[in-house]
T-cell receptor, first 116, second 112 residues
């Protein structure tokens, strides 16, 4: 099956610093990747859609200057949380959709971010 | 009102029992329906997806969609302790490829 990895799996940082999270599709090319955020016991909330070689599309209410997304290749997308604050602490999950796929999204294992 | 409603549980069942999960939704434009399984601190794993109304079976899993009632279900037969996880329903419109609306997830505990 298709495998998506995320790095790091968890990160603790100080308030005001920036954190980069990587999402990689290991055995397929992903023209589109998605970034989600999940708070404890809550649903996954789509933050943005990332298309290779173009700007990401952000969902309403998501600050694009705070959550920088780069999709530089067909196998890698990165999410950078800039000037992180404690309220940004959450579980960040990416998913990747193979080219031509209509319904399949393969999810990464998630990255737990804790901002002190 | 949330677009997708799902009882968070927890739902506790004895091993071997049938697990019954469901979601209701309000947007009649949803056409694609999925069920994901998520273990603690892991990403969701796709279990089933169906298009429009009807039933779909895959091994011990059966997914049902009733669009007239805006109600979807997932049944797990012969449940095992390894089925203990959070189950999330998700759905999307035909014109919003990839933009999934998730339910909050139901925590299932299968006791030996």
């Amino acid at each position: 099956g298709a495998v998506v990895s995320q790095h790091p799996s968890w990160v603790i940082c100080k308030s005001g610093t920036s954190v980069k999270i990587e999402c990689r599709s290991l055995d397929f090319q992903a023209t589109t990747m998605f970034w989600y955020r999940q708070f404890p016991k809550q649903s996954l909330m789509l933050m943005a859609t990332s298309n290779e070689g173009s700007k990401a599309t952000y969902e309403q209410g998501v600050e694009k200057d705070k959550f920088l997304i780069n999709h530089a290749s067909l196998t890698l997308s990165t999410l950078t949380v800039t000037s992180a604050h404690p309220e940004d602490s959450s579980f960040y999950i990416c998913s990747a959709a193979p080219g031509g796929s209509n319904n399949e999204q393969f999810f990464g294992p998630g990255t737990r971010l804790t901002v002190l | 009102q949330k677009e997708v409603e799902q009882d968070p549980g927890p739902l506790s069942v004895p091993e071997g029992a049938i697990v019954s999960l469901n979601c209701t939704y309000s947007n009649s434009a949803f056409q694609y329906f999925m069920w994901y399984r998520q273990y603690s601190r892991k990403g969701p794993e796709l279990l089933m997806y169906t298009y429009s109304s009807g039933n779909k079976e895959d091994g011990r899993f059966t997914a049902q969609v009733d669009k007239s009632s805006k109600y979807i279900s997932l049944f797990i037969r012969d449940s095992q302790p390894s089925d203990s996880a959070t189950y999330l329903c998700a759905m999307r419109r035909t014109d919003s490829w990839g933009k999934l609306q998730f339910g909050a997830g139901t925590q299932v505990v299968v006791t030996p």
